[in-house]
C-alpha cells in the first residue's frame, strides 16, 4: 500500500535548496536536510529517490525561482542595454544581503560538484547557456536599436558578461567588499 505524502514537495524543495545553496552539496548531509525540510528521509527518498536526486531538483528549482526572478528581465523580448544595467545592479545590491552573500547556488555547484558529477554537469551548462543566450538577447537588441556598435560580437560579449555574472557570485560567497564588486561592474558595462 502507498505511502499518502504528509509534506508539500515544493516546499521541501526550497527548503532544501537553501541548505545546498548555504553548505553545498558535499557539507549537507540527509540529516542536515531532514532537519531543514522537516520531512523525514523516507519522505525524501520517496519523492526525490536520493540526495543527490534531491540536489539535482534543488538545482532546477533554483533556475526557476532565483534566476527567473532576476535574470528574467534580461530574457525580456524587447531587453536592451538598460536591462543589463538593472540586472548587474541588483545583483551587486543583493551581494550585501545574508542571502546574495552565499553567491549563486549555480556558480558554487559548478566548481564543486560540476567535475564529479555529469548530470550536474549538465544542469550546470544549461544555466550557463541561459545567460548566454539572456544576454545575447538583451545585446542584440541594443545592437538592432543602434545602442552598440553595429561591429560588435554580441556572442562574444554575451560570454565576457556571463563571465562577469559568474565572477561576481564567486566574490559575494568570498565577502569582498561591495565597492570591489560595483568597480567591476562598472569596468565591465564601460565597454558597451
Not at 49 to 73: D, R
Not at 103 to 110: E, K, P, T
Not at 170 to 187: D, F, P
Request: hydrophobic letters at 45%; glycine letters at 8%; charged letters at 20%.
Amino acid at each position: 500500500m502507498a505511502r499518502i505524502r504528509e509534506f508539500d514537495p515544493d516546499v521541501a524543495l526550497d527548503k532544501a535548496m537553501k541548505v545546498f545553496w548555504q553548505k553545498g552539496y558535499a557539507n549537507t548531509s540527509i540529516d542536515d536536510l531532514v532537519r531543514a525540510t522537516g520531512v523525514n528521509r523516507y519522505g525524501l527518498y520517496d519523492e526525490f529517490e536520493s540526495k543527490h536526486g534531491l540536489f539535482l531538483a534543488a538545482l532546477e528549482h533554483y533556475q526557476n525561482i532565483v534566476t527567473g526572478g532576476l535574470f528574467g528581465i534580461v530574457e525580456r523580448p524587447g531587453a536592451s542595454l538598460a536591462e543589463i544595467r538593472t540586472f548587474f545592479a541588483k545583483l551587486v545590491e543583493l551581494s550585501s544581503s545574508e542571502m546574495g552573500k552565499l553567491g549563486c547556488l549555480m556558480v558554487n555547484s559548478a566548481s564543486e560538484v560540476a567535475p564529479h558529477d555529469e548530470h550536474a554537469a549538465n544542469v550546470l551548462e544549461m544555466f550557463r547557456r541561459r545567460l548566454q543566450h539572456g544576454f545575447q538577447n538583451a545585446l542584440s537588441n541594443a545592437k538592432a536599436v543602434g545602442e552598440l556598435p553595429a561591429q560588435l560580437d554580441v556572442e562574444s560579449v554575451a560570454d565576457f558578461l556571463t563571465g562577469v555574472m559568474q565572477g561576481l557570485s564567486v566574490l559575494a560567497r568570498s565577502n569582498a567588499k561591495q565597492k570591489m564588486m560595483e568597480n567591476l561592474v562598472v569596468t565591465a558595462l564601460s565597454h558597451l
